[in-house]
């Protein structure tokens, strides 16, 4: 680790430690607070260590059509903003990041919002936006020389955690929900070789034992309580601001789970305004499932002073947490960037996913929260016309496929959660028809889905 250029700020009480000195739990010795990277020398304009804005700019576009291993990963194409290790030779990458960001048409005139954008964070190589935190985060428990990685999970961190742990030859160690999380990413989780235990415990339940766990035995702790984490996941901002030629968009929204990626996505914003490489911080809102509304509570009935955890429940599992760990961190970044947070139903979650896939964008369920969520903000009025906007879409739709047949077969939501939808939805499902094997059969059924 480099230890020369970063060290680690507590969130809470601001005490300064190194890298090295880390807990094996990521929290604060003095308060129990959580961690964020920085980088001392970055402080004053004209610093030794301060990066110089034009040069990099140019730099990373160059990398796009270079030859090293290393450019090819659009979280390391952007290393000098993390200088995290002492050898790049550490950096485990699968190619993560430089993710599409597909201008949405159709929702775009629904909405009467003219620049509406979706970062597809699912077209990552595991299929969700853990790999650009992953990268970062593993890299470094590489480097410090430990053997065994681990991670509590809604699927899609145990899953990019056991895919680039094998890629480093580590071997990695996942608490999961039990029945709670999407085939998809259960059997990535397999595939890639980790010791995978499902638990009789939520989420929550899952990310305490481990924390005790990883005080018992040399394990690197890799949930987004891992400050090294967030330093791969505001890659996604650098790239949303390069490809608007460094100026921002009005407007980011992300999903809420356990508020790492809103964190993250914060920070990433705000170096770039502080380093000079952008003039301001978009807005920056999140949105969670009503069932799983902490922070979405926090917000309405204290501004995001003080946060009750919830036993939470939502069919979008991947964000079906009660107590999340970076919860002020979150509320920092929602409040310093004037943004919301929401929480949407299951109907206008399930919606929301239906009306993406219509634009030609599979997501899973917890990454259309972001679509449901701005919905609701568009009719409050929060978000005009001529705003740019950016909804980020966390995670691929072959990850939770039982939820998508669920929707058009028309047995996922209870009549009580459709109640005043059912139009929307009826006029969104598309189930599959059994048809005899004829040609007339299959034009009856042509004719049939034409109304
Ligand atoms: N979207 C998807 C697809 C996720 O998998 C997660 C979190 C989130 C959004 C929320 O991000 O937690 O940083 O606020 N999934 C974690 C996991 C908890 O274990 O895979 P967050």
Redesign the pocket.
């Known amino acids: 680790m480099n230890d020369n250029l970063h060290q680690l700020r507590c969130f809470g009480c601001g005490a300064r430690i190194s890298g090295a000195e880390a807990r094996p739990d990521f929290r604060c010795a003095l308060c129990g607070d959580l961690f964020e990277v920085e980088y001392p020398g970055w402080g004053q304009p004209g610093g030794n260590d301060r990066p110089n804005a034009g040069a990099l700019k140019w730099l990373w576009r160059e990398r796009r059509s270079s030859s090293e291993t290393l450019d090819h990963s659009g979280v390391w194409r952007f290393r000098e903003l993390l200088p995290i290790l002492e050898s790049y030779g550490n950096a485990v990458t699968l190619f993560e990041g430089n993710t599409p960001l597909y201008p949405l048409t159709r929702a775009s005139k629904a909405l009467g919002i003219e620049k509406l954008f979706a970062k597809h964070q699912?077209m990552n190589p595991t299929g969700?936006?853990?790999d650009t935190g992953m990268t970062a985060a593993l890299s470094v428990a590489k480097e410090r020389g430990f053997e065994w990685v681990a991670?509590?999970?809604?699927?899609?961190?145990?899953?990019?955690m056991a895919a680039y742990a094998a890629r480093a030859g580590l071997r990695s160690l996942v608490l999961i929900p039990d029945g709670k999380i999407a085939w998809g990413?259960l059997s990535q989780a397999m595939d890639y070789g980790a010791v995978t235990c499902q638990l009789k415990a939520d989420?929550d339940g899952c990310l305490s034992l481990l924390t005790e766990i990883v005080n018992l035995a040399p394990i690197y702790l890799l949930?987004?309580v891992n400050p090294y984490r967030l330093e791969g996941?505001k890659t996604p901002a650098f790239e949303i601001a390069e490809a608007f030629d460094w100026t921002v968009p009005d407007h980011v929204i992300?999903?809420?789970?356990?508020?790492?990626?809103?964190?993250?996505l914060g920070k990433g914003f705000r170096e770039l305004r502080n380093l000079g490489l952008v003039t301001r911080m978009p807005r920056i809102s999140v949105i969670q499932a009503e069932g799983a509304n902490p922070l979405a509570r926090s917000f309405r009935d204290n501004h995001g002073t003080a946060l009750e955890p919830v036993e939470a429940h939502t069919r979008a599992t991947?964000?079906r947490?009660g107590n999340?760990a970076?919860w002020r961190k979150?509320a920092r970044v929602i409040q310093d960037t004037d943004g919301w947070c929401l929480d949407v139903t299951e109907a206008e979650i399930a919606i929301a996913k239906a009306e993406l896939g219509t634009e030609g964008l599979g997501c899973?369920p917890?990454?259309a929260v972001t679509l449901a969520g701005l919905k609701k903000l568009r009719e409050r009025g929060d978000v005009s016309p001529g705003e740019s906007v950016v909804l980020l879409l966390?995670?691929h739709t072959l990850?939770d496929a039982d939820y998508t047949i669920g929707f058009h077969r028309g047995t996922l939501l209870e009549e009580a959660e459709k109640a005043g939808l059912e139009g929307k939805i009826e006029s969104l499902r598309r189930n599959a028809v059994a048809v005899d094997a004829t040609p007339a059969a299959v034009l009856a059924a042509l004719k049939g889905s034409l109304g």
């Open positions: 699912g969700s936006f853990k991670c509590a999970s809604t699927g899609n961190t145990s899953a990019a990413k989420f949930n987004s996941q992300v999903p809420g789970g356990n508020l790492g990626n809103s964190s993250a991947a964000i947490i999340p970076s979150a899973e917890a990454s966390t995670g990850k």
